[in-house]
């Protein structure tokens, strides 16, 4: 006869082998706008989507466009913090108004180019993490670039100069900063209501990548493009620390893994898109991933590249750092440490 001691203890081991051999997860994803353009469309959703299958999880997930959720994309960072969404895409340029250190990996003409980009972005990335776990329990699990910034205008335009006057669309407050030094008004506005604006004239000009740009029908609203990097548009992937800190830690390895692999792949297909859209804008061949327009491309001259190239030291980072060193003490000091090194400033 089986003592009735060992007929117990089975009892309770057996309640917990499930846990101990797998744990079911869901992920609510709250992702980029619908409209944002083909990395939203044929990179992230697909990923998130199949995330069963590209990280080896036994998870659901549920995916919805930030536009689609009703949600403003500036509140990404809140949404985190109150998990309502459990993995956000962030978009750097609005959530910064709530967290002023991303910025630091994007300053107006700090990154000009993919390889500059990626090395500043790295070299900020630890700090910013650090940031959004304190303040709003929230891990970055990657970092991406929508691709280089750079300005369409309605009216002709031959340079910056021509910006005098002007009211651009910005999508952040160091390009707000930077057209100021210019003459001209930033103007903060979604994406969504960007074309529009244009073809009212609410805005004279904007900026943005030129995939997005062709995919919201900015060309049909303008008639030249200025095609100088002001800045690469970082977004990037965080989750919930309370959904990351109840995962095993073979689960976060494989989360981990899987993000790093589609933002890895994200960085190459930014720079595929960028250089297919702006032939596509200017009507020129080879055009495979966007529509054919007719934009004309101002020339890039030498005094606007070094104009640019100056914004950093002059405008961008003195404006950038007073307002976050008052939310963030140290933020001045991290960045001459990390990214500074790397320019020698």
Known sequence: MINRSILTALAVATLFVPAAYAQSLSFKVLGQPAGSGLIAQNKEQPFFEALAEN???????????VDVAGIPDSDGLRVLKSGLFDIVSIRGPQVSRDEPS??????????TSYESGRAHIDAFYDTVDQRLQTQFNAKLLGVWPAGPQIIFCKPEISGLADLQGLKVRVGDQSAANFMAGLGATGVPMPFGEVQQSLARGVVDCAVTGPASANSGGWPEATTTVLPLALQMAVNGYAINLDKWNAMSAEDQDKLQTAITALTDDIWTY???LYADAMRCNSGETPCSLATSYSLKQAPVSDTDVATVAAAVGEVSLPVWAEQCNAVFAECEAKWRETVGLELGL
């Open 270 to 272: 930014s720079e595929e």
């Open 102 to 111: 991303i910025l630091g990996m994007d300053l107006i003409g700090l990154n």
């Open 55 to 65: 990280a080896g999880l036994d998870v659901s997930v549920q995916y919805l466009p």
